[in-house]
């Protein structure tokens, strides 16, 4: 079991009892005053543009990238709309975009009869309702021992969101079905790009296999309401299983392409590069998860805990697969026991919370978890190395180190 980081040796004021959280990679051990005040003083506020997120729930990377706390996900399944992480690209579009959101229009290509439609009007082409975890394709790149450039997500990259929506096959049937030989699905986002560059290298353009569309939407709900512009409101595509880069925000054009798109963020961006590498257009791009899974309590961020006796919970998903078991080892990964799965099952797409009832004996005890799919696709210990830190979906990266005193 690797744990790279020894652990600080427990500072005489805290009781016995006091169980202390740490994580594999030692980025902090809050709850204690004087390790924590550092890491406190260092937040930076919200953003103007996400003034209404959760400040107490989150962590602020930067103005555009902003992570759900590891100790802030609950335990009902859904995560909440003020909590969930946000990832831009390129600054969010202006508000007036959601002044009138039934107005919003989007352009559908590769069909037979090829058009301009309002969200007015696919709002009566079909409905559907997708329960899907939304995780950037670097959530966990901050486990990454080669510091891959780019948000150092832990685990709240990702939350568990319920969309609503048409279903993209029914506006492709309302438009004449579509064009022979269309292999893929190519969404592009709504943002106004700066003048002077070249629209391909900045576009968030991204094609997925037109087999995705099966379970894909259009959707303008999320959580109950309306999709809020930083989520990519009036309207976004939703390609259940499919990492975030793919779920276009403020989607303006979807068409059904014989080829990838060539825009820079899909032929060089999220590429699997070898370490120290470039992405490339021959290499595997971030398209489907697969299976994965993080205890959230204790967290590295958690209050000390009062007793030795411990309700071990996270969250587990399979990507393009339902969640068939969770194991949690309380010794790094030596001895397994089969965690219970908890609460209402929301689909293949969503995440499923687990609970293991453990005593924490007086010492260290390494938390793990371990996820298989339904297919039989077990959570692997190591991540796989590549250059930009992408897919982490080692199970031994997302250990939590506690201490009984
Ligand atoms: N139009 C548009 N869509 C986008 C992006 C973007 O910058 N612009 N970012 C993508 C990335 S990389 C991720 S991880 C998710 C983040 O979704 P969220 O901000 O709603 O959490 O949106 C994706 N869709
Ligand atoms: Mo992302």
């Known amino acids: 079991m690797h744990n790279p980081q020894t652990t600080p040796a427990l500072p005489a004021a805290l009781s016995r009892r006091h169980l202390l959280v740490g994580s594999a990679s030692a980025l902090a051990t809050v709850g204690l005053s004087t390790w924590s005040s550092g890491a406190a003083a260092q937040a930076k506020p919200l953003p103007a543009a996400f003034s209404w997120k959760d400040a107490s729930s989150v962590i602020v990377h930067s103005g555009t990238t902003i992570e759900t706390k590891r100790s802030a996900f609950g335990t009902s399944v859904i995560t909440p709309t003020n909590q969930l992480y946000i990832r831009n690209n390129l600054p969010t579009p202006d508000a007036s975009i959601v002044a009138n959101r039934d107005a919003w229009e989007i352009s559908i290509e590769g069909v037979g009869k090829p058009r301009t439609v309002t969200l007015r009007e696919l709002k009566t082409m079909g409905l559907e309702t997708v329960a899907m975890v939304l995780q950037c394709s670097g959530n966990g790149r901050a486990f990454f021992p080669s510091k891959p450039s780019g948000t150092p997500w832990t685990v709240g990259a990702a939350g568990c969101v319920v969309w609503s929506g048409v ?14 030989g269309m292999r893929f699905l190519t969404g592009t986002g709504g943002e106004k790009l700066p003048a002077g560059l070249d629209p391909k290298s900045i576009i968030v353009e991204r094609s997925v296999p037109v087999s995705a569309m099966g379970d894909a939407l259009l959707a303008w709900e999320m959580n109950g309401e309306p999709i809020p512009l930083a989520h990519g409101g009036p309207l976004r595509l939703i390609v259940p299983g499919y990492t975030g880069v793919n779920n276009i925000k403020y989607i303006k054009r979807l068409a059904f392409t014989l080829q990838e798109t060539d825009a820079k963020i899909m032929s060089h961006g999220y590429r699997i590069s070898p370490p120290g590498g470039k992405g490339e257009p021959n290499q595997p791009s971030v398209q489907e998860m697969t299976v994965k899974s993080w205890i959230n309590f204790p967290a590295p961020d958690s209050a000390p805990l009062q007793q030795s006796r411990a309700q071990i919970a996270g969250v587990a998903f399979g990507g393009m697969h339902a969640i068939k078991r969770v194991e949690v080892s309380i010794d790094g990964g030596k001895n397994w026991k089969e965690a219970r799965l908890v609460g209402p099952d929301l689909g293949k797409y969503a995440w499923r919370q687990f609970v293991l009832d453990a005593r924490l004996t007086t010492g260290q005890h390494v938390l793990v978890s371990r996820a298989t799919d339904a297919w039989g696709n077990v959570q692997p210990e190591q991540r ?18 506690v201490n009984v005193g």
Do not use: I, K, Q
């Not at 279903?167 to 022979?180: C, I, K, N």
């Not at 796989?384 to 180190?401: F, I, L, P, R």
């Open 384 to 401: 796989m190395e590549n250059a930009a830190g992408y897919n982490n979906t080692s199970w031994a990266d997302h250990a939590v180190t």
């Open 167 to 180: 279903p993209v096959r029914a506006v492709a049937e309302a438009l004449g079905g579509l064009e022979r």
